[in-house]
């Protein structure tokens, strides 16, 4: 058995609902620089070099399910085998992007994550900007049951909490792998994705998103800032749906730390200057 961190799981493809999901498609080809792949009028695969984003006629701002791979099949089995012990349910899940043997979870607010091997491991011939897709992040009432969930049951390691002054959480970060987290939570007033994130890896990266950004007529809604927690520089702006876009660079990684409390200021979100507060 093995738990994710040991399974080394790490994020590939989010799928997007939308109620023009041509509309939103065209958003992450020209702002997102990706290409299309148009299946059919309810589904559009807009791929960059090293992310994906699957988007389907649905609900505004509703995520269908978040893509993690394995990169090794033995590994996946060892996962699946820690999962069944720990009584989480499995369901069977077909993907033309995974090989036959993938299978998808409900976490306790009913964000559908799925684990599988890719089908196809050959690299894009895009030369589009670097930002590989890198994590994702939830809303949630209960970030308690977020922690226990993912901490307990799927095997993902907490790096770094934000602690409210009533000894409840505010923040949870997880990773399944050696970066500082590959899905997080924030408490919110709702339940659903709270932002996802391309890693660009270096300063000078983001800028180069900032300026195509500004090409496209796009302002930044927040930053540029710092994370306190990962450690990780930040941009973020609003796609076409008003789903949150974060630009990320200089993500901490991890390799079995403690756990690191953090006081839930501004300070905290942003060591640069305003943060956005979710509760
Ligand atoms: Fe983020």
């Known amino acids: 058995m093995l738990t994710a961190v ?3 799981l790490y ?3 989010l799928e997007i609902q939308s109620n023009n999901p041509l509309g939103l498609a065209k958003f992450y080809s020209s702002v997102m620089s990706m290409q299309l792949n148009k299946v059919n ?3 559009i695969i807009c791929n960059g070099p ?3 984003i699957i988007i389907t006629q649905g609900n505004n701002k509703t995520l269908s399910y978040a893509g993690m791979v394995c990169r090794s099949e033995e590994n996946l089995a060892r996962f699946k085998s820690f999962l069944v012990q720990n009584q989480v349910q499995i369901q069977e899940f077909k993907s033309e992007i995974y090989k036959t043997g993938s299978f998808s979870i409900l976490d306790p607010d009913d964000n559908k994550i799925c684990f599988g091997i890719l089908s196809d491991n050959k690299k894009l011939l895009f ?3 670097n930002g590989p897709l890198q994590h994702v ?3 949630s009432f209960n970030v308690e049951a977020f922690q226990e969930f993912y901490e307990k049951k799927l095997g993902f390691q907490v790096t770094d909490r934000v602690v409210k002054i009533d000894g409840t959480l505010a923040t949870c970060f997880t990773t399944s792998n050696h970066e500082h987290h590959t899905i997080a939570c924030f408490k919110s007033a709702k339940k659903g994705m709270d932002h996802h994130s ?3 890896g270096e300063w000078d990266h983001i800028k180069t998103w900032c300026d195509h950004f500004a090409s496209h007529d796009i302002q930044l809604m927040w930053g540029p800032g710092r994370h306190g927690p990962g450690n990780n520089l930040f941009v973020f702006i609003e796609d076409a749906d008003g789903n949150w876009i974060e630009i990320s660079a200089e993500l901490e990684t991890v390799h079995g730390r403690p756990i690191k409390n953090w006081p839930q200021t501004e300070r905290t979100l942003n ?4 943060a956005i507060m979710r509760s």
Do not use: M
Request: aromatic content about 12%.
């Open 6 to 8: 040991q399974a080394d």
């Open 11 to 13: 994020l590939h493809h």
């Open 41 to 43: 009028n309810k589904k």
């Open 50 to 52: 090293s992310r994906k």
């Open 127 to 129: 030369d589009g900007i």
């Open 137 to 139: 992040t939830f809303s």
């Open 198 to 200: 391309y890693e660009a």
């Open 271 to 274: 060591l640069w200057g305003k």
